[in-house]
């Protein structure tokens, strides 16, 4: 297997011990950002030995971070923007009125638009699908009793934990499995589908419950960005008025549904996924901001499409703002540590994470029950940069490993590899790859990873549990 028998080095044990006190201040619900920083530059003087070379890394890492976020940030300041002048003009009042008819209970709400935003995301992975739901259904879900933070959970766990742990469509996920274990892609497919079956019922089930007893103990925090949901920063008012007429605004309540119901055909009629389906989503936005801005704030419209922009982009940065510090750290996990401090790993290094992964396969004994419970921690290490497709490579050929040494069932092991990583890397507890979610219902992606921390752990514990007896 590559990378087998690698030397750590200080990088790589200074790297975990600030992972360790990262995720310990994060469930004690303390800020991070200071430790960040201080990882960040303790890593740059380990690497470049040098004061100025440190420094100079910490800002770096912010602009790497920044750079790599800057997509999610233009969808959602983007839609933020489009969602501000439809609620001003009473739009999105008029297109989420046929869904009131079905969603009239916060549980209808939450499994509602938990299993849409799976279906969504197989065919165009979670990202798109968060910004086209999101808009939509969150004041529905919010209006029946739902607080933003529960369907910012639906949301998550179904897309970016159920749908993307399998990858059944579009299946980006098991394809890098599969080849790394040397299997062909069918077989880990299928050896995952119990294991996606049972995360997912074990994590969204403990996740409603445990939203349902805290609600009626009247111990649960919304978390709130500075208090508000985004459909409450969305309607407050500047003064001026936004007015169209009663037929224009039904007819604009039934034109923008079709017009992102055409984007998501083009998306499977072009094959478009990920980032370019998500700029597809964008761009259709950004249009739909202009166009009613025009109509709504007639001789005033060209400068109100700015101030919308404005304001979708103060809300986007404003979420993102701190998150950045913690993505800069984790990022270091991967290439951006090549790229910020220079070529100083050891030469057969495929990353700090991917090493830490590697390491610990190494000292592990070789048994079925071991080897399960193996995979998933080294799924939830490798999935620790926020990617959740970074380390499923090595999921892979570590099953592939085990499964040579125990004579067991290498596709379950693989399949098992790829659901922890993608489950904690993906989008469900690390907090900047829940900023899509978080950021559109409005709620802080800290809060959200608190939130889903408790169920996916939970859900891990007995998929690896069911995985030691499929193998």
């Not at 969150?138 to 607080?147: D, I, K, S, Y």
């Not at 099953?399 to 904690?424: D, N, P």
Request: aromatic fraction near 8%; charge should be neutral.
């Amino acid at each position: 297997m590559p990378g087998m028998g690698i030397h750590l080095t200080a990088i790589h044990y200074v790297y975990l011990t600030f992972i360790v006190l990262i995720m310990a201040l994060l469930i004690r619900r303390r800020d991070t950002t200071m430790i960040c920083v201080a990882g960040i530059f303790i890593l740059g003087i380990i690497a470049t030995e040098t004061l100025g070379g440190s420094i100079s890394g910490v800002f770096n890492s912010f602009v790497y971070a920044t750079r790599e976020l800057l997509g999610t940030i233009m969808i959602i300041s983007i839609i933020v923007a489009m969602s501000q002048i439809l609620m001003r003009t009473g739009i999105n009042e008029a297109m989420i009125a046929p869904l009131t008819h079905f969603i009239r209970t916060p549980a209808i709400a939450f499994w509602g638009i938990g299993l849409i935003m799976m279906v969504t995301s197989w065919f165009f992975w979670p990202s798109p699908g968060v910004a086209l739901i999101g808009a939509v259904l969150l004041p529905v879900a919010v209006r029946v009793g739902l607080p933003a933070l529960g369907a910012a959970m639906a949301m998550n766990l179904f897309g970016h934990g159920i749908a993307l742990s399998g990858d059944y469509i579009i299946q980006g996920a098991p394809k890098l499995t599969a080849d790394a274990a040397g299997l062909p892609v069918s077989s880990v497919m299928e050896a995952s589908i119990p294991l996606v079956i049972v995360m997912g019922l074990v994590t969204t089930i403990t996740a409603f419950w445990m939203m349902r007893r805290d609600m009626k103990r009247g111990t649960w925090r919304d978390g709130l960005v500075a208090g508000k949901t985004q459909a409450h920063l969305q309607s407050e008012e500047d003064g001026e008025q936004a007015v169209i007429s009663p037929g224009m605004r039904k007819g604009l309540a039934i034109a923008i549904p079709l017009l992102f119901l055409a984007d998501v055909i083009a998306m499977f009629l072009l094959h478009l996924q990920g980032g370019d389906a998500t700029a597809l989503v964008g761009g259709t936005a950004v249009f739909i901001l202009i166009v009613v801005t025009l109509l709504a704030h007639r001789n005033r419209g060209l400068e109100k499409v700015t101030s919308y922009l404005i304001d979708g982009f103060v809300f986007g940065f404003k979420v993102f703002g701190p998150v950045i510090p913690i993505a800069a750290f984790f990022y270091l996990g991967d290439a951006a540590f090549t790229e910020l401090f220079g070529n100083v790993l050891p030469e057969a290094s495929h990353g700090i994470v991917n090493d830490l992964g590697v390491a610990l396969a190494e000292i592990v004994p070789l048994n079925k029950a071991v080897g399960a419970i193996t995979l998933t921690i080294i799924g939830v290490i490798t999935g620790l940069d926020g990617s959740g497709f970074s380390g499923i490579s090595l999921a892979g050929s570590v099953a592939q490993l085990f499964a040579a040494a125990t004579h067991s069932g290498t596709a379950t092991l693989t399949a098992l590899g790829q659901v922890a990583a993608i489950w904690v890397g993906g989008g469900t507890l690390i907090p900047w790859a829940l900023i899509p979610a978080a950021a559109i219902c409005g709620v802080s992606p800290f809060e959200l990873a608190r939130r889903n921390l408790k169920p996916v752990l939970i859900g891990l514990a007995v998929t690896t549990l069911v995985a030691i007896f499929l193998v």
